[in-house]
């Protein structure tokens, strides 16, 4: 019999607890907090580390570092009622905030969104964010605004003919044998200029003879000395010019037109937006001004600076034809260089990203390293830096992802209040440590994080596959999660469950997700938001502790390019590191003491510097930098170089005698104790070894273990996590189970603590050694799974149990505090003998244990999800069945396109014999996607997703036990077959409870 129930947007929410429990109570029930108390401890935001380490600062950490969404609105195609219900369910399910982004790309007729009366920046758009700020303000959550909508960045006003609009300079080019005489036209561009691009301008016209020992594969080569500048010979547009008779040559024009970019996706406004130039003040003044003039309203000030959000800006892809530029370009490269840029352009000049001339190698290297300098002097100094600076005015931060050019986003890093990478575009986790450099050594928290897009995985992610993501992007750096993402209700074409910003996308399921109230999942998503929220928790409290800073010559990230022997070998065997660029050897924190750069933190306890990833692996270093890398290492900074660096050379073009003066201070500095060079890439960690340089962690052979490491004042914690450098990385990581050593800095009183993210209880570790100012403890991980230990003084997190001996060996399976003091636990019945950190050994007879149960039969109710009479509306089937074995709904019969709930129900007895003594744990084996378990009608709280196995101990009883497993899965078998022209090509996905589930008894006992 089938049972219908309509509801709008998705099941409604479970309630976990009577609104009446303290976040503390909540806390030590194993539940999230209940959104009221969770709203109170979120009003006022905090720094992570300003409670002090008590239970419930773990345990109910506040809305200011939870997780965010990014919330992708129809440009103003918004009603404030619907917006304000969003921040509620955001809000409801553990959240902190949203970013509101114009994101449109599933709808195709763009004329549906009636750009003219509701486009981004209308006074409908307005009116929404004015009730999403006002709601939020009632929640306790943050809001962050784009600056403009979709990406890059741009404002409605400006044409592509403006000076502050994106610029290209484009480039013809014509051959001519030697001797021959061209009478013609300028050479034209070689692509014709994007739509509504109607000026461009002449800059130069150059000859240049053709060099074949220069030419690449790509590239013609050029005699730098046979550039002749005939602009001056150009008549109208006629040039007539003979070529020497020697070799053969080239005509190039350089024309400088707006780029004629818009903003993805669009038109998002009436008249349409076009990007800005990213490199001038003029540029940065478009945007500033419009919301200056055309958005903020008093009301709307005010809330903002109530709110204290953030502005966002996405990652800077400039689309261009040929280079991107800026009309200042040739005199700021001049100011910087003291030479001038024309006769060097054929060396930078591009083609759809591909260069086209090439002097001499060596050359062409520092010419584009001035150039691309210049170029991110420029972005950093009128954009980044001036958009901060604005926002500030307005009572609001700058995030943004500062990269997509080639420019320093170590540097832009720096300089932001919150920079961010992405899960998608970042190849490993080396393109995060590149961030983390430069908000560390600027003194800045926090490293966000775009997480959770994936190509093709609308409505098909798990929450699951995000926590794999995010599991290394922690140990890397990250400290924030925004996620990609919530989409508002409906939009014009949108159908069931509701619009979806990128799905369709060109017909296809599109990047995933849209989260929220539509999703099964959702009804456990404060169960990930409360996670997550731990994790940031602590990743953003006190201030970063990294074994090694690795010197960058040139500051790009979303390259995947890493560190020799460290990303490889190191960071296996337990080191951690940083990049870092030239200008930030200029800010404050670059001085050392005590051996240590930047000792207030990160405290890098050695440099490392090699050959230049981006160029060939040359030896290079600018004769500024190389001054201050000596500077550090007569103050006692280990330096490791790898290479050549005895006979360096400058990244750029150098002045006379510069090069020289670079060998020289290398000289100096190689002779010095604190530093060792290699020419093995092998060596280096002997090279540390040898300078007495050792990482915080420790493990005995290489692990897929990795780990961050903070320190406040009363606590070092430790994040570790058995995850993968990149998400694509093959063959899947395995578990491990292994000893790890950890590095207390706080002295010789302290004892580790075990934080689980996943319930909030921090408890002291039973089973450890000590020698000095190290400890040693077992870790056991499986794939993506984190642990948190903190080494802190007895009795932090106020438990009972600070000052009492600890185990330091046992034959016992565990052992473990309790609140009845040490306790050891094993699976079967028998005689163990432990050993005290006091040195006496305690002998402990456990009573017999059951054997492990597996339940034969299963009754399964499924609440099946269907479209409802509108696009945000759900149906629900309910279907029960009875299940002999546990199989993924697609091999069930009625189930195979299902999505839903479903709630597993089964009874196993316990003999008669079972006592206080005995527990037992339940392991789910697989399950997919979320879930929850009750024992005898009683909740055993949020459970780690990456080891599903819950202790149901003290909710047993001898006799018959009930067990219900709830699981909630994605929605993609059911838009299977409701959009196959969409979905019809995703493979069925195995979801639902597949076991083998099993209840492990044990029995335990207190010392």
């Given at each position: 019999m089938h049972e219908f129930v309509s509801q709008r947007g998705g099941m409604s929410r479970r309630t976990v607890l009577a609104t009446a429990v303290t976040v503390g109570a909540a806390a030590a029930l194993g539940a999230t907090a209940p959104a009221a108390a969770l709203d109170r401890a979120g009003a006022a935001p905090d720094r992570a580390d300003a409670a002090g380490h008590t239970a419930d600062w773990f345990a109910a950490p506040g809305r200011s570092v939870r997780p965010k969404f990014r919330w992708w609105w129809p440009d103003g195609l918004v009603d404030?009622?619907?917006?304000?219900?969003?921040?509620?369910?955001?809000?409801?399910?553990?959240?902190g905030g949203a970013e509101i982004a114009a994101v449109h790309h599933s709808i195709r007729d763009k004329s549906l969104l009636d750009t003219a009366r509701y486009g981004w920046g209308s006074g409908p758009w307005r009116d929404g964010v004015e009730a999403a700020l006002r709601r939020a303000a009632r929640r306790g959550l943050t809001v962050d605004i784009s600056l403009g909508p979709s990406w890059p960045t741009a404002v409605p006003g400006v044409t592509p003919d403006d000076a502050a609009a994106a610029q290209e300079l484009a480039y013809g080019r014509v051959s001519l044998a030697g001797g021959a005489t061209y009478r013609g036209p300028v050479p034209p561009p070689a692509h014709r200029a994007a739509s509504g691009v109607t000026g461009e301008r002449l800059l130069a016209v150059q000859a240049a003879r053709v060099e074949t020992a220069h030419s690449t594969r790509k590239e013609t080569g050029l005699a730098l000395d046979s550039v002749r500048d005939l602009t001056g010979t150009v008549t109208g547009n006629t040039l007539t010019w003979t070529a020497p008779a020697e070799g053969d040559w080239v005509l190039i024009s350089y024309w400088q037109r707006g780029s004629g970019q818009q903003p993805e996706s669009g038109p998002h406004t009436a008249p349409a937006a076009y990007v800005v130039d990213h490199l001038s003040a003029a540029g940065t003044s478009a945007v500033t001004d419009f919301w200056e003039h055309r958005i903020l309203t008093g009301s709307l000030r005010r809330l903002l600076r109530a709110a204290g959000g953030a502005f966002f800006e996405d990652s800077v892809e400039l689309e261009t034809e040929g280079l991107v530029w800026t009309r200042r370009l040739p005199e700021e490269f001049e100011k910087r260089t003291g030479r001038a840029l024309l006769p060097l352009l054929p060396a930078v000049v591009l083609d759809d990203s591909n260069q086209v001339f090439a002097f001499d190698a060596q050359l062409t290297r520092q010419i584009r390293h001035d150039f691309w300098a210049t170029v991110s002097d420029l972005f950093n100094r009128h954009h980044v830096r001036a958009l901060r600076d604005w926002a500030h005015t307005l009572g609001m931060t700058l995030r943004a992802q500062p990269y997509g050019l080639q420019t320093d986003s170590i540097a832009s890093a720096a300089l932001l209040d919150i920079a961010e990478g992405e899960s998608l575009g970042f190849k490993n986790l080396d393109d995060y440590r590149c961030l983390a450099g430069g908000r560390d050594m600027a003194g800045r928290t926090v490293l966000s994080c775009e997480s959770g897009a994936y190509n093709g995985a609308a409505y098909s992610t798990t929450?699951?596959?995000?926590?794999?993501?995010m599991g290394g992007a922690y140990a890397a750096g990250v400290n924030q999660t925004v996620l990609h993402g919530f989409s508002y209700a409906k939009a014009p074409e949108s159908q069931w469950p509701g619009f979806a910003a990128f799905s369709p996308y060109n017909g296809t399921p599109g990047y995933s997700e849209s989260w929220g109230p539509r999703q099964p999942t959702w009804r456990h998503a404060e169960d990930v938001a409360g996670y997550l929220g731990r994790v940031h928790q602590v990743l953003q409290a006190g201030t970063v502790r990294v074994d090694v800073a690795v010197f960058r010559q040139?500051?790009?990230?979303?390259?995947?390019?890493?560190?020799?022997?460290?990303?490889?070998?190191?960071?296996?065997?337990?080191?951690?590191?940083?990049?870092?660029?030239?200008?930030l050897l200029d800010l404050p924190n670059a001085r050392v003491a005590g051996g240590r750069l930047a000792p207030d933190g990160p405290a890098y306890k050695a440099l490392f510097v090699e050959g230049d990833f981006f160029h060939g692996s040359t030896p290079t270093l600018a004769l500024d930098d190389a001054r201050k890398l000596l500077r550090f290492a007569e103050a006692g900074l280990p330096t490791v170089l790898l290479g050549g660096f005895d006979q360096a050379l400058t990244p750029g073009v150098p002045a006379p005698g510069e090069t020289e003066r670079l060998r020289d201070v290398l000289d100096r500095l190689l002779a010095l104790p604190t530093v060792v060079r290699v020419t093995d890439k092998a060596a280096v960690g002997d090279a540390l070894t040898a300078l007495g340089v050792t990482p915080d962690v420790r493990h005995s052979s290489a692990s897929t273990l990795l780990n961050a490491h903070r320190v406040t004042e009363e606590a070092d914690f430790y994040y570790l996590c058995n995850g993968k450098h990149a998400e694509t990385v093959k063959p899947p990581v395995a578990a491990i189970d292994h000893d790890v050593t950890l590095r207390c800095t706080?002295?010789?009183?302290?004892?580790?603590y075990l934080l689980d993210p996943w319930t909030g209880r921090a408890e002291r570790a039973g089973r450890y050694t000590r020698r000095g100012d190290e400890v040693t403890l077992r870790l056991a991980l499986r794939p993506g799974q984190t642990a948190i230990v903190a080494l802190g003084r007895p009795g932090l997190f106020g438990d009972r149990n600070g000052n009492r001996?600890?185990?330091?060996?046992?034959?016992?399976?565990?052992v473990l505090f309790t609140a009845d003091g040490l306790a050891v636990r094993a699976a079967a019945g028998g005689t163990y003998r432990t050993r005290l950190s006091q040195g006496r050994t305690v002998t402990t007879t456990l009573p017999a244990v059951p054997a492990a149960i597996e339940p034969g039969r299963w009754h399964l109710e499924v609440d099946d999800w269907f479209p409802g009479p509108d696009a945000t509306r759900t149906e629900t089937v309910r279907r029960n069945l009875v299940l002999d074995a546990l199989l993924p709904w697609s091999r069930i019969p009625g189930l195979a396109d299902s999505a839903g709930v479903g709630r597993y129900r089964t009874t196993v007895v316990l003999p008669d014999h079972w006592s206080p003594a005995h527990g037992a744990l339940l392991d789910l084996g697989q399950v997919s996607d979320t879930f929850r378990v009750t024992v005898n009608g009683r909740d055993t709280g949020p459970a780690d997703r990456m080891r599903p196995v819950v202790d149901v101990g003290p909710l047993l009883r001898r006799g018959e036990n009930t067990i219900e497993i709830e699981v909630a899965t994605p929605l993609v078998n059911r838009l299977r077959t409701t959009r196959p022209e969409v979905f019809g090509s995703v493979a069925r996905q195995d979801h639902g409870l597949v076991g083998p589930v099993r209840l492990v008894p044990y029995a335990q006992s207190t010392l």
């Open positions: 404030p009622d619907e917006i304000a219900r969003e921040i509620d369910q955001i809000a409801d399910a553990g959240f929450w699951d596959r995000v926590l794999r993501t040139t500051g790009y990230s979303a390259t995947g390019i890493g560190a020799s022997w460290f990303t490889s070998t190191g960071v296996p065997l337990g080191w951690t590191h940083q990049f870092l660029s030239g200008p706080r002295g010789r009183e302290f004892v580790p001996p600890h185990a330091v060996s046992s034959d016992a399976d565990e």
